[in-house]
């Protein structure tokens, strides 16, 4: 192959005239071989005309995008073509041979770089380039690329990602080497969609110039996709609204006891481990509060607001029955001491008995029996009355059953009860405008 090559550039065409070129200081100064002439020094005749090289980038996949890391991995295709004035031939001469494909190392190649890029490609470079009867070289270059590319995570899930691709050279300037589009943005973005492989989905990609800076010209490829949902909404938006419907469903749980507070207390951890889950996610260097983050808190706040509501209302329940227990212990109190006086003026006359008893020791058996009767008597009387006060003990507790609820049970009800419709609306109110700042176009 390398004979056929040192063939064609024997029907080398050199031009004639004034223009001096870099073939002809190192000729004279006789640096190089034939080799090395052409693949160390840009192809021109005239070192003053620059090379044009025309560009054409098609990203194939889409590979990863880090939010955390700010960086956009993807798999790009990269075409360029450009013309060497001295590689030229008759293709009748050689039996109609219009094109060949010679080492990559034989001749020279232009240093595009992607100025994006974070690490090195280690993919196997394409080892050959093809060459063309009429002086126009091409070459083909596949590679994996890890760029930087500042993410806009406002509307995370809902979001649209723009990253951008600069192809420039490192060490020509723009007199020396320009870069020209080889097909235009349509083109391009058609192209792209029709092979592109990724979980997000392609919008379109666009290029152009951008002005010269340093010196030195660039192309840039401006990729925009929009980033598939639906595992987001299934695993992250859609489980806080579930604990948000837990949350409005404790409303019917009764306030007595303490399981109404520890069910909420219960539902504000599980929102604070999906807010733990984002954090992960999100990149803690972003200029402004992303709406999910807004969503998570306001879901949050809103739950413990909806708990020390429920606290307040058992609070004032609590101080309500603690009332009416110190108020039934009183009465108790003033009905056992009334009882007790009754006993004692009722034990009077079996008293009396008694110590008539003792002074006539030898009475006679009916006079001891009939003081019997009137003891047995007395404890009937005592019995009756321990009966009517456990009766009125009773009567006193279905009384209070079915009485009318105290002063502050009333407020705390009527508290609920508002609080629940203004809850709702707050909440109603702040999912709509959130959700409507997710789904507003982009302007």
């Known amino acids: 192959m390398k004979t056929v090559v040192l063939a064609l550039m024997v029907l080398v065409v050199v031009s004639q005239g004034t223009n001096v070129s870099y073939e002809d200081v190192l000729k004279h100064l006789n640096l190089t071989k034939t080799k090395e002439l052409y693949s160390m020094i840009r192809p021109v005749k005239d070192y003053r005309e620059p090379t044009r090289v025309y560009l054409e980038m098609l990203l194939l996949a889409v590979l990863d995008v880090r939010e955390m890391d700010q960086t956009f991995v993807s798999f790009i295709q990269i075409y360029m073509k450009w013309e060497h004035p001295h590689i030229c031939w008759d293709p009748d001469q050689f039996d ?18 992607i100025e994006e ?23 083909t270059r596949e590679l994996m690329v890890v760029s930087s590319c500042k993410m806009n995570i406002y509307k995370f899930p809902f979001d649209t990602q723009s990253c951008t691709l600069s192809l420039s050279s490192m060490a020509y300037p723009v007199e020396e080497l320009r870069f020209e589009f080889y097909k235009d943005s349509e083109m391009v973005t058609e192209m792209t969609r029709q092979r592109i492989q ?20 660039s192309v840039i490829y401006t990729i925009t996709m929009k980033r598939n ?42 929102v604070t481990v999906m807010q733990l889950l984002l954090n992960e996610m999100l990149p803690s260097s ?83 029996s009939k003081s019997l009767e009137k003891l047995l008597d007395a404890l009937s009387e ?16 279905r009384r209070k059953e079915e009485r009318k609820p105290g002063y502050w049970t009333r407020v705390a009800r009527k508290l609920d009860i508002i609080f629940f419709f203004v809850y709702v609306t707050v909440s109603a109110v702040f999912l709509v405008v959130i959700f409507s700042k997710w789904t507003k176009e982009d302007e």
């Open 96 to 113: 109609g041979l219009y094109k060949m494909r010679v080492p990559a190392d034989l001749l020279w190649k232009p240093d595009v770089t």
């Open 286 to 368: 972003s200029d402004v509060v992303p709406l999910i983050a807004v969503y998570c808190i306001g879901m949050f706040g809103l739950m413990m607001i909806n708990l020390l509501e429920t606290i307040l209302v058992m609070y004032l329940i609590e101080k309500d029955s603690a009332s009416d227990k110190q108020g039934n212990y009183d009465g108790d109190v003033k009905k056992w001491t009334q009882c007790v006086r009754w006993c004692k003026v009722s034990d009077d006359p079996p008293s009396e008995l008694l110590s008539m008893a003792k002074e006539e020791q030898r009475g006679e058996l009916m006079e001891e």
């Open 198 to 217: 990724s979980d997000w989905q392609f919008m379109n990609m666009t290029v152009q110039y951008r002005p010269q800076l340093s010196q030195k010209q």
């Open 117 to 139: 890029m974070l690490e090195k490609d280690n993919s196997v470079p394409n080892p050959f380039i093809t060459i063309q009867w009429n002086g126009y070289v091409t070459q």
């Open 382 to 397: 005592a019995v009756k009355a321990l009966s009517l006060l456990l009766s009125r003990k009773e009567e006193r507790k």
């Open 229 to 270: 949902q639906g595992v987001f909404i299934t695993n992250f938006l859609v489980p806080i609204m579930f604990l948000y419907c837990l949350d409005l469903a404790s409303f019917l749980m009764s306030d007595s006891g303490g399981e109404k507070v520890s069910f909420k207390v219960t539902v504000l951890l599980a």
